[in-house]
C-alpha cells in the first residue's frame, strides 16, 4: 500500500516502525515529521518537517505550480471543518483576523489537495487525533476524497491507546468487541491486570491520587510558568480576575459540577466540535437547569501553568466574568479538590474531560457534550442541545444512577480493542511500558490492520 504518514515522534524508535511498514512491503510517499527524523526515510518519501507543515510552507521537492486554488464547491463540502480550523488557529495565530485565518486555512487546502491528488495514497496513518490544522484539513480531505485513514487517541488508562478510523464515530476496534460481549456478564477480576488495577481504586469516592499524566504535566511545565508568568504579576490578568470573581463552593446546594477544560487542545479543538466555545456549553447548561441548582465551574489547573496570565483569544479579557454572569453559575477556587466537587455534585458536565469519566467511576452521572475517548462507556449522558441537555437533567433530578455491570463490561471490550501503548510519554507515565515497547505495540498493530482498512 502507499502510504502518507503523519507521525512526529523523535526518537530512535522511529527507525523501527518505517523498517516494518519497509519489510511489510508498504511504500512511505509522504512523510510528515520532526526535523532531522528523515535520516530513517526511503529515498523515493518526500519528508515535511511539521513546523513547515504548520506554516504552510511547502515541502522540499513538491513541485506546487500545478495545484488549483481551491473553489466554492470543494469549499462547501468542507464548511464543518472551515469552521473548526478557524478556532483551531487560535494556537498558532491568536493575533490573526478572521480574513488572515481564512485565508491560511485556503492555502493549506490547496497544497493537502494537490499533494493527495498528485501522491495517491492509499491510506493517511496518523499517530493522533488530528489538531495542529495542517493534519486536519488532511483528514477532512482524505474524508472527502475516499481515501483510508488510521489514527489514534491516548486514554486516560495509562499504556492503553485507541485505534480509530473516524474520531467523531468512536474506535470501530472497540464497537467490534462490545458487539461481541454484548450477552455476557464479566467480572472485575476477568479485566486485564493493568485495567483492574486502575479501576479498582477509582471507583473508592476515598480515592484522591492526582492522575499520573497531570503530575507529569505539571513537572514538565512548573519552570517555564513561574519565568513566563513573572511579568504577569504586576498587570491586569486572568489570575487576577478569576480570584475576584470566585467564591467557596456551599455543598448544601444541589449543583452540576463542570471543570473547564485546558485550552488550545485536541480534547476540545476538534473532539468539542461546536462546544470547543465551553461557553456555549455553560450557557446550555444553565438553561436546563432544575430551579434552585447551581453550576460550579473550575479553572483547569494546567491552564494558567501552561499558556500563561496574559489575555488572548484562548482565555481572552472578561473570559471569566462572562461566565460568573450565566444564570447559577458560581466559578469556584482553583485549590477546591475535584474529587470533592465530583463527590458532592448531583452531576459532572465536560465537554470531553477526565472528570467526566472520573465521575461515572464514581458512580454519579455524567453529562458529556463532545467526543471524549470514553463515548462508548454506557451510563453517559450525552447531549448537543438545549432539548437533550433538558432531557439529560431530567433523568438526574429524578434519580438516575450508574449501574457498574455494564462499565465492567465496557472495559473488557476496551481492554481486547486497545493497544499497549501511547503516544504522549505523559499517557504512558505509570504504565511500566517502555518507549520501544509502545512503539513495537503500535507498529505491530499497524502492519497487521492495514490490509483491513
Not at 471543570?259 to 461557553?279: K, M, N, R, Y
Not at 473570559?319 to 448531583?346: A, G, H
Request: a positive charge; one cysteine or more; aromatic letters at 14%.
Amino acid at each position: 500500500m502507499k502510504i502518507f504518514l503523519i507521525w512526529t515522534d523523535k526518537s530512535a524508535e522511529m527507525n523501527d516502525l518505517i523498517a516494518e511498514f519497509k519489510k511489510r512491503g508498504h511504500e512511505i510517499v509522504y512523510w510528515i515529521g520532526y526535523e532531522g527524523m528523515d535520516k530513517f526515510k526511503a529515498p523515493e518519501t518526500i519528508f515535511h518537517s511539521y513546523r513547515e507543515a504548520l506554516a504552510a510552507k511547502p515541502a522540499r521537492g513538491v513541485d506546487v505550480s500545478g495545484f488549483s486554488p481551491p473553489g466554492a464547491n470543494l469549499l462547501q463540502k468542507l464548511h464543518r471543518t472551515e469552521s473548526l480550523v478557524l478556532t483551531m488557529l487560535n494556537r498558532f495565530m491568536d493575533k490573526a483576523s478572521v480574513d488572515e485565518r481564512k485565508h491560511f486555512y485556503y492555502q493549506m487546502v490547496r497544497y493537502w489537495h494537490g499533494v493527495l491528488k498528485k501522491y495517491r495514497p492509499d491510506a493517511v496513518v496518523m499517530s493522533y487525533i488530528p489538531h495542529f490544522v495542517y493534519d486536519f484539513v488532511i483528514y477532512a480531505l482524505a474524508e472527502t476524497l475516499g481515501i483510508k485513514i488510521l489514527t489514534f487517541v491516548d486514554t486516560r488508562i495509562p499504556g492503553r491507546l485507541l485505534p480509530l478510523k473516524d474520531f467523531w464515530g468512536g474506535s470501530e476496534w472497540l464497537h467490534d468487541a462490545l458487539e461481541e460481549n454484548r450477552d455476557k456478564n464479566f467480572k472485575a477480576e476477568d479485566l486485564p491486570e493493568d485495567i483492574k488495577n486502575y479501576y479498582a481504586p477509582r471507583t473508592d469516592k476515598n480515592f484522591n491520587s492526582p492522575p499520573p499524566n497531570l503530575d507529569f504535566k505539571i513537572n514538565k511545565y512548573s519552570t517555564r510558568f513561574s519565568l513566563f508568568n513573572f511579568f504577569y504579576l504586576f498587570t491586569n490578568n486572568l489570575k487576577g480576575q478569576y480570584l475576584r470573581l470566585q467564591s467557596p463552593p456551599d455543598f448544601s446546594k444541589k449543583f452540576i459540577y463542570a471543570p473547564l477544560q485546558l485550552q488550545p487542545e485536541c480534547s476540545t479543538s476538534p473532539q468539542g466540535g461546536a462546544f470547543v466555545d465551553q461557553i456555549l456549553a455553560l450557557e446550555i447548561l444553565s438553561a436546563a437547569l432544575p430551579a434552585g441548582w447551581l453550576i460550579y465551574v473550575k479553572e483547569h489547573p494546567l491552564q494558567w501553568m501552561r499558556w500563561g496570565f496574559g489575555f488572548s483569544s484562548i482565555r481572552y479579557r472578561d473570559y471569566y466574568k462572562k461566565i460568573s454572569e450565566i444564570d447559577n453559575v458560581s466559578i469556584v477556587p482553583l485549590e477546591t479538590s475535584s474529587y470533592k466537587l465530583i463527590n458532592e455534585s448531583q452531576a459532572v458536565a465536560t465537554v470531553t474531560g477526565a472528570p467526566g469519566w472520573e465521575a461515572v467511576l464514581r458512580s454519579k452521572p455524567a453529562i458529556v457534550f463532545g467526543y471524549p475517548w470514553y463515548y462508548d462507556c454506557p451510563g453517559l449522558l450525552h447531549v448537543k442541545d438545549f432539548d437533550s441537555c433538558r432531557e439529560a437533567v431530567e433523568k438526574i433530578k429524578n434519580g438516575f444512577k450508574i449501574d457498574h455491570r455494564p462499565i465492567i463490561n465496557y472495559l473488557k471490550s476496551f481492554g481486547e480493542a486497545a493497544i499497549r501503548g501511547y503516544i504522549a510519554p505523559s499517557a504512558g507515565a505509570g504504565s511500566g511500558l517502555s518507549n520501544a515497547d509502545s512503539v513495537k505495540n503500535i507498529a505491530a498493530f499497524i502492519i497487521n490492520e492495514l490490509p483491513k482498512l
